[in-house]
């Protein structure tokens, strides 16, 4: 049994309820329910009580170490078997570390510790992962995204993951570690027996000073599937370095993020040859990046190559218009594989989405997903759109938000999802003005059809 409960304040009537379900549930997540220690010190009996609770998210409540306390009684006892623990953002510090430390060496069965918006500090996390270093601990996934980690935290890190060939997903973002600290994390990645698929190091101060040392990982570990490096300021160069570890024949990535990354352009020729050689490569989010018209369209000429296997673009905020519209259009009436596509916040116009819907109509596109926010858009391309959404069965989200679409654009809209061979069951439509009208047109449209969801 699964109880899955969020943004609830929870009355003691409603507590004393919830508990007696609990007891047999395997799954329990609270995020956002004003949760306080004192609630800890009941979950403590349930860890302990109900070997088949193998899931406690408890996100977003103001728990504190008293709170952490209580819990790790629970997870200390020999009955239980949990395995993901989930405490982002509880107002832990440094003194909840040596209690988890202790659940860490004592207990098997957790493979998942996701403590990130603490604020641990390096302090505390060297004290995890002396938890972590212990032969008990099986941990395959640890995430510290706003630790308050420093350069310090390395070291530490490095012993841990020489000592736990289990780690699988490591995520360190937004923790001001520098590039002399992600060269030694990286080295340390190297050497260690650890089979990493996932490293998270978005917003850690990288440069293109320390790609090399990142590139060299992607070409050790055919293991890393997963890459962030996103909001870090590795330019043109940066990639280029990157580039050749993600070229090694050894690399196998699949997922690789590097939205703001001061990349211009002149990386899409690496990009693109990146992606017409790496058949693992599935997903790219280049958000945020000055690529505009030329280097969109160089992006567009590699998916047209039937070696690209790329799943999912997002090219959010990359400075584009009209103009490689119709070689967007190119690709997708040639791209099988492309499923999702993001390409908001660009200045791609009515005329640029025109261009656009006659590719998206081509038998050959498959894209599900399509993101058209702030696209300068009005009701003069939505019968256009309209058809889009009544052809393409396999089209399920459609994203048209701060786009000035009135109450004409929203009627055509509308009259698609109102067609029994529209599939769209997300239509996402936030700041778009329309009379009260509409409002309740689409508000009977979704008593109608209640699959689909309309967000605004």
Known sequence: MELDIQCEEMSPSRWAELLSTMKSCKTIRLDDCNLSSSNCEDLSSIISMNPSLTELKLNNNELGDAGIEYLCKGLLMPSCSLQKLWLQNCNLTSASCETLRSVLSAQPSLTELHVGDNKLGTAGVKVLCQG?????????????????????????????????????????????????????????????????????????????????????????????????????????????????????????????????????????????RLISTKETLTEISLIDNNLRDSGMEMLCQVLKDPKSKLQELWVRECGLTTACCKAISSALSMNKNLKVLHIGENKLGDAG??????????????????????CDLTAACCATLATVMATKQCLTELDLSYNSLEDEGVRKICEALRNPSCNVQQLILYDIFWSSEVDDELRALEESKPEVKIIS
Do not use: F
């Open 132 to 272: 972590m270093m212990n032969p008990n601990c099986k941990l395959q996934k640890l995430q510290l995204e706003y630790c308050e980690l420093t350069a310090d935290i390395v070291e530490a890190l490095n012993a841990a993951l020489q000592s736990k060939p289990t780690l699988k997903e490591l995520s360190l973002s937004n923790n001001t570690l520098g590039d002399t600290a992600v060269k030694q994390l990286c080295w340390g990645l190297v050497e260690a027996s650890c089979n990493l698929e996932l490293l998270h190091l978005e917003n850690c101060g990288i440069t293109s000073d320390s790609c090399r040392e990142i590139s060299a990982v992607l070409s050790n570990k055919s293991s890393l599937i997963d890459l962030s490096v996103g909001d870090n300021k590795i330019g043109d160069s940066g990639l280029a370095l990157l580039c050749q570890g993600l070229m090694h024949p050894n690399c196998k990535i699949q997922k690789l993020w590097l939205w703001d990354c001061d990349l211009t352009s002149a990386s899409c020729k690496d990009l693109s």
């Open 353 to 374: 989405v025109e261009l656009m819907c006659e590719g998206l109509l081509h038998p050959n596109c498959n894209i599900q997903s399509l993101w058209l926010g702030n």
